[in-house]
């Protein structure tokens, strides 16, 4: 029997929770190992071995280890392409160009301003570090402007890539859900029709509600 | 007509990745101008095409792709022929290389495009360098580059036994950083110094880097 891989890194953070996401929708076992960030784990050596810049998640199959979520989530839905969600990465290079094209967009577009408004309006607070009210308003107005943008797109198609759920929606699931659940800007997805339909259909998969029980 | 297309800007860092790509490819491909200067990548028809207002733009047929490391993945995933092979089959070795090109995406081009900006665009613009920021990201491009210092001690690149998309999208910004101050990072470090000049020295960089002077 296969031994499950490993994750390394606490389920609230977005990028473990992309992981997550992943691992769960391939039928993947996984075991979920702590790194305690509060006493600074993720910057000792040991933990540095399988991930140079201190960061989480990282993560290890049998002899490999990788990070960068993204990767890992490529790297998962290649390596285990016939179980579970099997179109998840496409099934031919070109559904594949189609998926990592809005993926792409979802790391260099999305990302940016929505983990920058969910640090500032959800963690910091908690955190008691000041909020940079500057850097929400420059934020929230690019974040419009991305979402004018997938607001056209989600118009034109069910999902990003096309008729189905793949790596490129699932990508946006940990910040949209902190975005909508844990800040004040929820209204920022919901008050755009496609959008809002959108993120109602992939939050609802079954997938994500048990990395959101994960992350209680 | 060439069915195949690239709609960029020759000196832009996202433009010239895709360039690398597509001649380490031996790709043919019509090269069109975007004037960026004159906004016409905020415009349409470019609009239709990124609709993020991002060059370059690659078209081949009904397929159009944006975001440079997009067109880079699809090429070396779709375009693939044994003599330029740059992918691994195997998941775990393409797993390891897709790391290393999300690493330089996430660590090596942040301080990478603040350093340019400083010390190539603002004086080509006329506008003052700031020596702080310059410290600053020097600063954390070190520390980037001890990280591949360590990784290049176990590799012969970045990606693994042979060059991949993992060292090409490292190319661009490397043009402009070893025209800058800050090329003695590189030099100071042997293993990052022999890698920088071994992925440098490809005759299909130097075709890009031809396109880029006649500019």
Not at chain 1, 177 to 183: D, F, Q, W
Not at chain 2, 68 to 74: A, D, E, L, V
Not at chain 2, 147 to 157: D, M
Request: aromatic share 10%.
């Amino acid at each position: 029997m296969a031994t499950p891989v490993k994750v390394y890194g606490p389920a609230f953070s977005t990028a473990v929770s992309r992981v997550l996401a992943c691992l769960i929708e391939k039928d993947v076992e996984f075991q979920l190992v702590a790194v305690n960030m509060a006493k600074g784990e993720h910057k000792k050596p040991d933990y540095l071995k399988i991930q140079p810049f201190g960061q989480v998640p990282a993560f290890q199959d049998e002899s490999i280890s990788l990070f960068e979520s993204r990767a890992i989530c490529r790297y998962v839905s290649e390596k285990y392409a016939n179980q579970g969600n099997k179109g998840l990465y496409g099934t031919n290079p070109l559904e594949k160009a189609s998926i990592d094209q809005w993926l792409e967009a979802e790391g260099q577009n999305f990302s940016p301003p929505s983990s920058a408004l969910v640090f500032q309006l959800a963690f910091a607070p908690r955190m008691k570090i000041k909020q940079d009210e500057g850097l929400i308003r420059q934020s929230e107005e690019k974040l419009n402007k991305v979402l004018d943008v997938y607001e056209k797109r989600l118009g034109e198609n069910r999902y990003l890539a096309g008729d189905e759920f793949t790596l490129a929606d699932l990508s946006h699931l940990p910040n949209t859900h902190y975005l909508v659940n844990a800040t004040e800007r929820g209204e920022l997805v919901t008050s755009r029709e496609n959008l809002a339909r959108w993120w109602g259909e992939i939050s609802s998969r079954e997938s994500w509600k048990k990395v959101v029980d994960m992350q209680k | 007509m060439a069915a195949r297309k690239l709609y960029g800007s020759v000196e832009s860092t996202t433009t010239m990745r895709a360039l690398a790509s597509l001649f380490e490819h031996e790709l043919k491909f019509e090269f069109v101008r975007v004037d960026l200067n004159a906004g016409d990548h905020k415009k349409e028809p470019f609009l239709t095409l990124s609709p993020f207002g991002t060059v370059p733009v690659f078209q081949d047929g009904d397929l159009i792709l944006f975001e440079s490391t997009t067109i880079m993945r699809c090429i070396s995933h779709v375009y693939t022929n044994p003599r330029t092979e740059q992918v691994y089959v195997d998941p775990k070795m393409q797993g390891i290389a897709a790391t290393w090109i999300d690493v330089e995406d996430h660590h090596f081009n942040p301080p990478a495009s603040k350093l340019i900006s400083e010390l190539v665009f603002k004086p080509k613009n006329g506008l003052p360098t700031d020596e702080a920021t310059v410290a600053v990201e020097e600063a954390k491009l070190a520390k980037v580059l001890d990280v591949y210092e360590e990784r290049l001690a176990n590799s012969e690149y970045l990606g693994g036994d042979k060059f991949t998309s993992a060292d090409l999208t490292h190319l661009p910004n490397l043009y402009y950083l070893m025209r800058t101050p800050a090329k003695r990072l590189f030099d100071e470090r042997p293993k990052v110094r022999a890698w920088c000049a071994a992925i440098m020295s490809r005759p299909a960089w130097a075709k890009v880097v031809e396109m880029v002077m006649e500019k």
